[in-house]
């Protein structure tokens, strides 16, 4: 089955008819849109990014058998050449907030990244985008400091609150992963625009459009 994750790039978006369910996991419990395919809402309850139980909502992905997820996350640009507006399918990400594990009471290890096959999936149903890139994944709530965004860019394109998090335990679960971030912003520093969760929900509002075509499309494409 096919799972997809979204965030504020689909609060716009004219989400498929599906059946809301409360799924109990061990870690706790979540909200799945269920049927064909299964839609999972990751700020449910308006929780903001700091506050997400990645663990709960990738379990209850994983037992309603999904095996393949598309995660949509919002990102900033580190570098000037992705400009706002873009579409990037990260290839690699990284983190500098602690990772969520399912793997609390044993010693588990496992090699993260992003599947390139489920990558090229994605790239063919989604030409536009651009493929490719590193993601990084800061804990929020606050916007990166000019200083980190300084930092981060000497080796990351893209930054965001939650793929990384979700990429991990999707591994762990047995899930393959593959995301789609609609590029909001600049990052802090490298733009004019002074960045607020507002902008976000502004650009988010602006390519509600473009977004309704692209989940049709997955959702074709993979489901």
């Known amino acids: 089955m096919l799972g997809i994750i979204g965030g504020t790039s689909l609060l716009f978006s004219r989400l498929p008819d599906l059946e809301k369910k409360v799924i109990s996991t061990p870690y706790g419990n979540s909200e799945v849109l269920c049927g064909e395919i299964a839609v999972l809402l990751r700020h449910q309850h308006n929780r903001p990014p700091h506050r997400i139980n990645f663990r709960s909502n990738m379990a209850a992905l994983a037992l309603l058998g999904v095996d393949r997820v598309i995660a949509i996350g919002s990102a900033g640009s580190l570098k000037m050449d992705i400009p706002p507006g873009s579409l990037v399918i990260p290839t690699d990400y990284m983190s500098d907030a602690a990772i969520p594990s399912i793997h609390d009471h044993a010693i588990r290890h496992i090699q993260p990244g992003l599947p390139l096959d489920m990558a090229g999936k994605l790239s063919?149903?989604?030409?536009?985008?651009?493929?490719?890139g590193v993601y990084v994944q800061t804990r929020g709530p606050r916007i990166e400091t000019v200083a980190e965004v300084a930092a981060l860019a000497r080796c990351a394109d893209i930054v965001g609150m939650t793929l990384a998090s979700e990429?991990?335990?999707?591994?762990?679960?047995?899930m393959k992963f593959a995301a789609i971030c609609p590029v909001d912003n600049y990052a802090n520093g490298l733009g004019d625009e002074g960045l607020s969760y507002e902008l976000m929900l502004e650009n988010a509002n602006r390519y509600k459009d473009r977004m309704d075509r692209i989940l049709r499309d997955i959702v074709a494409g993979l489901s």
């Open 124 to 132: 063919d149903l989604v030409p536009e985008a651009r493929l490719g």
């Open 167 to 174: 990429a991990t335990l999707a591994l762990e679960l047995g």
